[in-house]
């Protein structure tokens, strides 16, 4: 096998005494679509959190192509090529969309050279385009409907190139049809092209959702967590009949019938 492109292995994260993530260990490849998935509480939000350097470990390691990235920090990951969105976007609501989009691509070294706005602009605007927001560039981005802030989280992530795309519930508040559009959309950016000025090698992903239908449709791999631990890992089908899946989404062991009433 080639170089690991991405693995986390034996991460924990303790919360006091509440262990929200336990030595979960997993690996992804280039521009592969791993979908992670589980009650609420499973410890989602907290892997997403530390693969974007927002958390630090209590144990474990963050590997990205082949470097030990566990003590980097999020800026410094994101210029590497990890990047995310998170669950609740908190966009800075008085600024037009696309200042929202620009502010993620600050640079002082490019900045000093003048040309940074023009660029930047740019790139930002081709980022809304590709998520169906290039009308509103100049909007302030509290006016935009939930849907509307998940897609715009969306754009401020791929206008950094990332390698890595972490998504934590990109369609959650969305429409069944603003859903499957958006799905469509991250689907395309796995093999990456040219979108606009963006010229995008396509990049991994990691989808953290509850709309377990359009998940399935895109994703190549499912991970299943559950009180922290991953349950399951492997392809959709795989996952979805997994007798310890079934039973962590319905309270009921597979295979077993409905308990009756005691006569
Ligand atoms: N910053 C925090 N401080 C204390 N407990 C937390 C914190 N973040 C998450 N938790 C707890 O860790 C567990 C996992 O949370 P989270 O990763 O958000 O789960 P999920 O995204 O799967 O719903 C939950 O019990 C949650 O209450
Ligand atoms: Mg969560």
Redesign the pocket.
């Not at 589980?38 to 959190?49: D, E, H, I, L, Q």
């Given at each position: 096998m080639n170089q690991q492109f991405f693995a986390v292995s034996e991460l924990s994260?303790r919360?006091?005494g509440?262990e929200?993530?336990r030595a979960v260990s997993f690996g992804v490849q280039p521009h592969e679509i791993v979908g992670l998935i589980?009650?609420?509480?499973?410890?989602?939000?907290?892997?997403?959190?530390l693969i974007m350097g927002l958390?630090r470990p209590n144990g474990g390691r963050v590997v990205f192509r082949g470097m030990d990235i566990t003590g980097v920090p999020t800026w410094q990951r994101v210029v590497q090529g990890i990047t995310g969105t998170f669950?609740n976007s908190r966009p800075m609501r008085q600024l037009p969309l696309i200042a929202n989009v620009m502010v993620g691509l600050y640079n002082p070294r490019v900045s000093r050279q003048g040309e940074w706005v023009k660029t930047v602009q740019a790139r930002a605007l081709d980022a809304l385009e590709f998520v169906g927001l290039s009308d509103l560039a100049l909007s302030p981005a509290g006016e935009l409907s939930q849907g509307d802030l998940k897609r715009l989280e969306i754009a401020r992530a791929i206008a950094t190139n990332p390698d890595l795309l972490v998504l934590?519930e990109p369609f959650a508040g969305l429409s069944q049809a603003e859903t499957r559009l958006l799905a469509t959309s991250v689907h395309r950016l796995r093999k990456g092209g040219r979108f606009g000025r963006l010229h995008s090698e396509g990049c991994a992903m990691i989808i953290?959702e509850h709309k377990l239908s359009e998940l399935m449709r895109i994703a190549d791999r499912i991970l299943v967590?559950h009180f922290?631990e991953l349950l399951a890992d492997g392809p959709p089908q795989q996952v979805v009949n997994d007798p310890r899946v079934v039973e962590v989404y319905t309270g009921q062991t597979a295979g077993q019938p409905v308990q009756e009433e005691p006569e």
């Open positions: 994260k919360f006091g509440l929200a993530v589980g009650p609420n509480g499973a410890g989602k939000t907290t892997v997403v959190k958390l669950q934590d953290v967590m922290g």
